[in-house]
């Protein structure tokens, strides 16, 4: 059982001993969140517990797996605001002040980002994030000097290899960016891929049409899920991933750190960084892509397939969409339409 229902299945007792008229109210709007839940329905079961949260407003556990529930729908406007009484209180609970800071970023408010990230205790969130907004606040050395590779070919190197060549390309310095990528590289892990993409990309900047080509030819295995397109120009053109801006540094630390995750072990912590690189960067097509499949595991269907459908257009992952779509169809006994 996920440790969310367990977490919220804690609360039981408390509600069902609540006093006062909306007790009848309080137990059935709980039930029903919990049925949710064991259905990894997350937005369905953050609805219920809001409205368990209204009829009893000082229940602070409640709040607490509210502020959960809602994060893991990838609502965090509604978890940061959910959030906020027991931030007040000092609550020592890592999603709470990582929703909190994941607003101010979005908001562009990086030093009050900063004291709400002062309170994350994963160590590795606190380092990646600490870099981009330092770099948001203009100074990219201090940033590089946090993310600086230690040469131990570690998880934690091979994500500070890759920061280092996001903060790299963000400042112009392509062929230093595309040597931190290449080192991601030349191991086996789920940053690979990313850190492939990435290279292209880095590529394509350069303009060498001919090196770029050459380049995916090479690794055309690993683009098999990527449509590569031309535009009339006959210039390639490639999915973005690199950031543009701090902020999308940010989203790219917790894409890096969830690709990085063992999905069978950390399934729940997976969803909600990749939650959290879509709400600082909507405009992410290969996420919603991986987060519609996700979904579509947990039985999420409609979600999935509005997410597929926010994609169906996109030149590199639409055709993935489509296809999946036409599956959700076929399932749902809508042959005609898949």
């Not at 893991?72 to 959030?83: E, F, L, P, R």
């Not at 947990?298 to 994609?311: F, K, N, P, V, Y």
Request: aromatic share 6%.
């Amino acid at each position: 059982m996920h440790f969310l229902v367990i977490f919220v299945m804690t609360l039981c007792v408390a509600l069902m001993g609540a006093v006062g008229p909306a007790k009848a109210e309080v137990a059935g709007a709980y039930l029903a969140g919990q049925h949710a839940l064991r259905h990894d329905d997350n937005p369905q079961a953050a609805d219920y517990l809001a409205e368990v949260l209204a009829l009893d407003p000082d229940n602070d556990r409640l709040r607490q797996a509210l502020v959960l529930v809602s994060a893991m729908s990838g609502d965090m406007d509604a978890a940061a605001i959910h959030a906020e009484p027991l931030v007040a209180k000092k609550a020592d609970d890592e999603v709470l002040h990582l929703v909190t800071m994941l607003r101010d970023v979005r908001m562009a408010e990086f030093q009050q980002a900063k004291n709400s990230l002062a309170s994350v205790p994963n160590p590795l969130t606190f380092l990646l994030v600490s870099a981009w907004l330092e770099a948001a606040q203009g100074d990219y050395d201090q940033a590089l000097g946090l993310v600086a590779p230690v040469g131990d070919d570690s998880a934690e190197d091979l994500l500070r290899r890759y920061m280092t060549g996001c903060l790299l390309f963000l400042q112009g310095r392509f062929d230093e960016a595309l040597a931190e990528f290449s080192e991601v590289v030349r191991f086996p892990s789920g940053l690979k891929t990313r850190a492939l993409l990435a290279s292209a990309e880095v590529l394509r900047q350069q303009g060498d049409r001919s090196l770029l080509r050459g380049f995916l030819k090479g690794h055309e295995n690993d683009f098999a899920r990527v449509r590569v397109v031309e535009d009339k120009f006959g210039n390639l053109q490639l999915p973005t991933i690199l950031p543009r801006r701090p902020v999308d540094g940010v989203a790219e630390s917790f894409r890096a750190m969830a690709l990085l995750l063992s999905r069978e072990d950390t399934a729940q912590r997976v969803l909600l960084f990749d939650r959290a690189s879509l709400y600082l960067r909507p405009q992410q097509p290969e996420l919603r892509l991986e987060l519609a499949l996700a979904l579509m595991d947990l039985d999420a269907r409609d979600e999935a397939s509005s997410m597929l459908q926010s994609i169906k257009m996109d030149p590199h992952y639409g055709w993935l969409a489509v296809t999946e779509l036409a599956f959700i169809e076929a399932e749902g006994g809508k042959m005609d339409d898949a």
